[in-house]
């Protein structure tokens, strides 16, 4: 996606602050994972452990992470596990890149047992951005919201506990931990835990609207409330959708970069793909 140039001054000076520990991680270690290069983040290690790519952070600092070379894309996705660092708050931004400039970003926030998602969107008018947050279950859409500002929470996790009918088709914990899950909710079978959820960030080709799309173990979510009672429905997957208004102009091709960083202890990427002229 190609950064507007109506950005104000102040915001590029912004921007070049934010951009500028990216560059020299660049420097300490990269590694090339499924042919994409993978550049450490603030102190994080990475780690090649065959098909899969751990990010290290040793002291679960939000700043840590990984950039992912995606130059050129308009699709990118990988499997995610994580160890979460035992803190009361734990953290995931994604950042979506154009040109050195973030485009996009979703936050992904577990506090007290629940777990919101909220996106921004860097749109030609920013200050009014909107995007539509949606649930799925099974691939078809039972709930979503739209008119959620930009920044705010769109859709609440409020439940981690089993939903007995249902064996989950993937898990964003680590093998170990999806065992014993898997176990003490007493699933007929525990397949699912070698299978990391999915995590996409993909630009709509009927618009040029950017999505997040967040595959989950099965959960109960709440939708923001916007006028009317809150929706709380069953779903396995989140999407967080850009609003784009029809009578202007979309300024984004494609994306350079996809920044990963969480405060989690490790954070284990599979299967990473991208479109674009990666290598």
């Not at 780690?47 to 679960?60: A, C, I, M």
């Not at 708050?89 to 485009?103: D, W």
């Not at 777990?115 to 799925?136: G, N």
Request: aromatic share 8%.
């Amino acid at each position: 996606m190609r950064l507007f140039r109506r950005l104000a001054q102040s915001s590029l000076a912004a921007l070049f602050v934010v951009a500028l520990p990216f560059a020299q991680a660049q420097a300490e270690e990269c590694v090339s994972f499924n042919g994409i290069n993978h550049c450490g983040m603030g102190k994080a290690q990475l780690k090649l452990n065959g098909k899969e790519l751990q990010v290290v952070s040793p002291y679960g600092a939000a700043e840590d992470g990984v950039a992912i070379f995606t130059e050129g894309s308009t699709v990118w996705s990988a499997g995610f596990r994580s160890e979460p660092s035992g803190r009361g708050v734990e953290q995931t931004v994604l950042t979506g890149e154009s040109e050195g400039a973030a485009a996009s970003t979703a936050t992904i926030r577990t506090e007290g047992g629940r777990t919101s998602y909220a996106a921004t969107f860097t749109a030609a008018t920013p200050d009014a951005s909107t995007y539509t947050a949606t649930v799925y279950s099974q691939g078809q859409r039972v709930a979503s919201v739209s008119g959620v500002r930009y920044g705010d929470v769109g859709v609440t996790q409020v439940s981690n506990r089993p939903i007995y009918g249902y064996t989950p088709e993937c898990t964003n914990q680590s093998y170990n931990a999806c065992r014993q899950s898997c176990l003490s909710a007493g699933y007929p079978n525990c397949n699912y835990c070698s299978i990391p959820c999915r995590r996409t960030f993909h630009r709509l080709e009927l618009n040029g609207a950017c999505v997040w799309s967040m595959q989950v173990q099965r959960a109960t979510f709440e939708l923001a409330q916007m006028g009317a009672a809150a929706q709380v429905v069953e779903g396995d997957m989140v999407e967080l959708t850009e609003e784009i208004d029809p009578s202007g102009s979309y300024p984004y091709v494609n994306f350079d970069r996809i920044l990963v960083q969480s405060t989690a202890k490790v954070t284990t990427l599979t299967d990473v793909q991208a479109n674009g002229n990666t290598k």
